[in-house]
């Protein structure tokens, strides 16, 4: 099967050029505004308190149970007119010739189970996507502009497969984009809890039938909301890679600092926690801590508002941990292993992570799993 060709690599803040796509079905991650279901789920709800609970608890949120009911619908069905509550609606026919000629893949929007339905329980709440992500719907979904003039141009059947391969990978500047007919303004992020069944008999007494998940929707003008699968799993993938660049310069420099502390017969500490926040240090002299910070500051330069823990375990750097306080979503830890408990579940938070460190500290239990 062809595929989109992965270019887009723009972050937030950082942009030179988007890509005409990108391959639905590998890059969609769990953390993409379309399925990031969390492991934190709801009380146990019986079938009669089900019904008690309005779909859409949330002021003025019908609109939002609609289009979040019509996806779950096509979830349960593996239906393809989830294209219409994707897309920009000129870029219907676009997009379902690329899907008809295995250049696109449904399965990172819908991620079908035959063997699970799906239903909305109520939507909880509904938050404004950050003013600072808007312009990027505008790219993201406009960059499929060069496909649909083509497909315009050309007609929808028997396209040249290899012409649209090429416009898939053609790199444009931003400054370069092509003129499209909508204009994205407002976005909102709905916090829902929905219900998953077993539909074909199957019994799993671990299995959570009552979830917690989020959907982004965009608006627009005479085409109404639809369900953002592309824009914000970027930016949350790109937030996440600003922190993790700064993890890891915070840990080169922790190595250099440590390495260069021993070399000088510095005693190292068997087992402590460096943070950011002095008051949540761990077993760590003042000396130490002093002799520590100052070498780090000749070789890392700390950023405002950025908060970490470096921890020292059997001596050596075992893990740096970080996020920006106002973007505590965008938490992480490096090396990645760190990101994960010994059950392979991901770490929420930043507080987690570091609670987890200290008691198994306290408790001089071992960190290496998680090496």
Known sequence: ?????????????????????????????????????????????TEAETEEISKTSVEGSEEYAEVIENFLECQNKNSDTVIELCFPDKYYDTIRVLYNNDLFSLYGIIDFI??????LISIDSVEPVSEEYIPYFNIYYGCYQLLY??????????????????????SIPIDEMPDIYFNIEKAVTVY????????????DPEY????????????????GW???????????????E???????????????????????????????????????NYNITDEFLN????????????????????????????????????KPKFYRAYPTAYFYDEDDYVVETYDERYNLCLERMKNGLPQSYMR
Request: with cysteine; hydrophobic share 30%; charged share 25%.
């Open 291 to 326: 002799t520590f910070d100052t070498t780090l500051d000749s070789c890392y330069q700390k950023k405002d508002g950025f908060d970490y823990f470096i921890m020292i375990n059997d001596g050596e750097l075992a893990c740096v941990s970080g996020q920006y306080a106002t």
């Open 1 to 45: 099967m062809k595929k989109f060709t992965a270019i887009l690599v723009m972050t937030a803040m950082l942009c030179t050029s988007v890509s005409c796509g990108n391959d639905i079905a590998d890059e969609v991650t769990d953390e993409s505004s379309i399925t990031s279901v969390s492991e934190e789920t709801t009380e146990e709800i």
């Open 149 to 170: 003039e083509y497909i315009e141009e050309n007609g929808t059947e028997n396209p040249d497969i290899d012409k649209l391969s090429e416009l898939m990978s053609t």
């Open 114 to 119: 035959n063997s699970v339905d799906v239903g």
């Open 208 to 223: 959570e039938k009552i979830v917690n998940t989020e959907y982004t929707l965009y608006y627009i003008d005479g085409e």
């Open 226 to 240: 639809k369900l953002d699968f592309i824009t914000m799993g970027h930016m949350y993938h790109a937030e996440e």
């Open 192 to 203: 829902c809890t929905i219900s998953r069944e077993f539909n074909d008999g199957t019994e």
């Open 242 to 280: 600003f922190v993790l660049d700064e993890l890891r310069s915070l840990y080169s420099a922790s190595e250099t600092v440590l390495s260069g502390l021993a070399e000088t017969g510095t005693e190292i500490p068997e087992n402590c926690i460096i943070c950011s926040d002095s008051s949540r």
